[in-house]
């Protein structure tokens, strides 16, 4: 029986283009200016100086300002995982959030099922590799609303990496459920196949409607087509 579900972001819940197409570009976009007008900032003028550090062990360079502005830009397009880059990306969105210049893109499925399964008391939490505070800004300015409320829990990589077994672990321990109270919903195979390993149920979304061929799991193209009820039934 089902008795709390696990949910994945991008592919899951959301489009993987709006990370990738809005909020990718829109911290590139304002690095420079946030950077201008925080410099005095004690996490911006943290995450400025590791970037100055990062640059002078590896190319043994002196940079300033500037300079670090530009080398941020770089990691932006190379898709480097740095903290400082991650640290500001995070301050500049949650100022776009916050000032409506977009909202946190969610399928139309995703709000009518997060009710009605928290109308079946079943619990709600997400796990993505984004960090705990990006996920709430997303649902907490999300295109239908505040969806915070629905969600007990919130789990990031400090649980352990998605395609990790023991992630899944630690994050039903935390839970106080067994594994196969749990149903795990993710597009990537790799991790409900880590799930799985576990004993959670799991379903994976394929949201442009292409089932995978010979996947092992039920598929379903939205939220709408998971069939709950069979689940708390048992
Ligand atoms: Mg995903």
Not at 83 to 96: D, F
Not at 205 to 218: E, F, K, N, S, T
Request: charge should be negative; aromatic fraction near 10%.
């Amino acid at each position: 029986m089902i008795r709390f579900i696990l949910l994945d972001i991008e592919g899951t819940t959301t489009d993987i283009d709006f990370v990738h197409k809005v909020l990718f570009p829109y911290s590139a976009e304002r690095l420079a200016g946030f950077v201008a007008g925080h410099a005095d900032e004690p996490d911006v003028q943290e995450a400025l100086q590791s970037v100055q550090a990062t640059v002078q062990a590896e190319d043994h360079r002196q940079i300033d300002r500037a300079g670090a502005v530009e080398t941020l830009l770089r990691w932006i397009r190379e898709d480097r995982k740095h903290t400082a880059l991650k640290q500001l990306q995070g301050l500049i969105w949650k100022a776009g959030f916050e000032q409506g210049d977009y909202q946190g893109h969610v399928y139309p499925d995703v709000p009518v099922a997060l009710e009605n399964w928290k109308r079946e008391g079943i619990g709600l939490g997400i796990y993505s590799s984004g960090s705990v505070q990006a996920q709430r800004l997303l649902f907490a300015h999300s295109v239908s609303g505040d969806l915070t409320p629905y969600f007990s829990h919130y789990f990031d990589t400090k649980v352990g990496g998605k395609k990790e077994s023991q992630s899944y672990r630690n994050i039903a321990a935390q839970l106080q459920l067994p594994p196969s109270a749990i149903l795990f919903l993710s597009d990537v195979a790799a991790e409900l196949e880590a799930a799985a390993a576990t004993g959670m149920q799991v379903i994976q979304l394929a949201r442009d409607g292409q089932m995978p061929p010979d996947a092992p799991y039920l598929a379903v193209s939205d939220f709408s087509r998971i069939p709950v009820a069979a689940f708390t039934a048992g």
